[in-house]
């Protein structure tokens, strides 16, 4: 049986923020409370949440650009975090990440050229001007755009444009893992659909597997063979997108699926709907976490934390309910 490319093992990532008084203890975040997951070759995995669910440091843990305060990430079989930091710019040909805003995330005094060929010039340093030039050509063809653009510089794009370039700047090392935070958010909705179907095709060219942080279902339902929903730096749920979009099991999941915008024919002020009201409860460390949220809480849910378990098929929850 062939190993997983990408193993995130129980990783949990704390932060200590600054005194709030000169002699009180520094208050405690925990953006990662045990994360566990793998993901195989070729395949997506998308991860969803609320703001501060802990999406992006999960990103930026498995890029290793943060340490996790404790667990593992392990790409191709060796963990990142125990890497020299030669053995992790090796290692960095096998992943790249692509940034949210395709505004912020290109040098505006740099050429494409020069914004493409960087991971190149980083490392493999003998490589040849004429030999990253060719290759520059080569992966910007992949993203629809033309060599000439190799001596252009950012603004002379649109931001569909500029984000094919964050894509090429992904892809000229050639990796296996691609995180895309965000990757279409800051983009019109038409252009949406041009860089999805996009990443689509390189995944069924090159077979990147694609570990995709967004807030947009829609997005992950269309890229992603399996889903992950993060609440509080936990996993509450996962499985394929058909299974959680149509049969949620995690009260939280659901929340965030009645949450997406429809079209709904207009009711009078007596007929709409009004949102359940839940007052907010405190719960010990060992509650469950969304206890205080959930319209169907129970007794047990502020005495135990639920573990993360199968009740179908490939289809993982932590609820007490469920």
């Not at 793998?38 to 995995?45: I, Y």
């Not at 930026?60 to 060796?78: F, H, I, K, N, Y």
């Not at 983009?187 to 807030?215: C, K």
Request: proline share 8%; aromatic share 4%.
């Amino acid at each position: 049986m062939t190993a997983p490319l990408l193993q995130v093992n129980h990783v949990t990532r704390t932060y200590v923020l600054p005194r709030e008084h000169l002699w009180g203890k520094p208050p405690v975040v925990q953006a990662l409370q045990g994360v566990s997951f793998t993901l195989d070759a070729g395949r997506s995995l998308g991860v969803v949440g609320e703001s501060g669910s802990g999406k992006s440091t999960l990103a930026r843990v498995v890029m290793a650009l943060e340490p996790p305060t404790a667990g593992s990430v392990q790409l191709l079989g060796q963990d990142l975090n125990q890497l020299d930091p030669s053995e992790l710019r090796t290692a960095r040909r096998n992943f790249q990440m692509v940034f949210q805003d395709p505004y912020g995330s290109l040098d505006p005094r740099q050429t494409i050229f020069k914004i493409i060929t960087e991971p190149l010039a980083a490392l493999s340093p003998t490589s040849t001007t004429p030999d990253r030039r060719s290759q520059a050509a080569d992966v910007l063809a992949s993203v629809g755009l033309r060599t000439s653009d190799l001596d252009k510089y950012p603004h002379e794009f649109s931001g569909g444009q500029r984000q094919r370039v964050a894509i090429a700047r992904a892809l000229i090392t050639r990796p296996k893992l691609i995180v895309a935070d965000e990757p279409v958010s800051a983009l019109d909705v038409s252009v949406q659909a041009q860089v999805l179907n996009l990443m689509q095709d390189l995944q069924r060219d090159f077979g990147v597997t694609y570990l995709l942080i967004s807030h947009d279902l829609a997005v992950v339902n269309h890229l992603c063979d399996e889903v992950a929903v993060m609440f509080q730096g936990r996993v509450v749920e996962q499985g394929a997108p058909q299974t959680l979009f149509h049969n949620a099991a995690h009260p939280y999941t659901r929340a965030l699926l009645d949450a997406v915008p429809r079209m709904q024919p207009a009711l009078s002020p007596g007929m709409r709907k009004r949102a359940p009201s839940v007052t907010p409860r405190v719960h010990p460390a060992t509650a469950c976490p969304y206890a205080h949220r959930c319209p169907q809480a129970q007794a047990q849910c502020g005495d135990a934390r639920p573990e993360l378990r199968e009740i179908s098929a490939g289809h993982l929850v932590a609820c007490h309910l469920a």
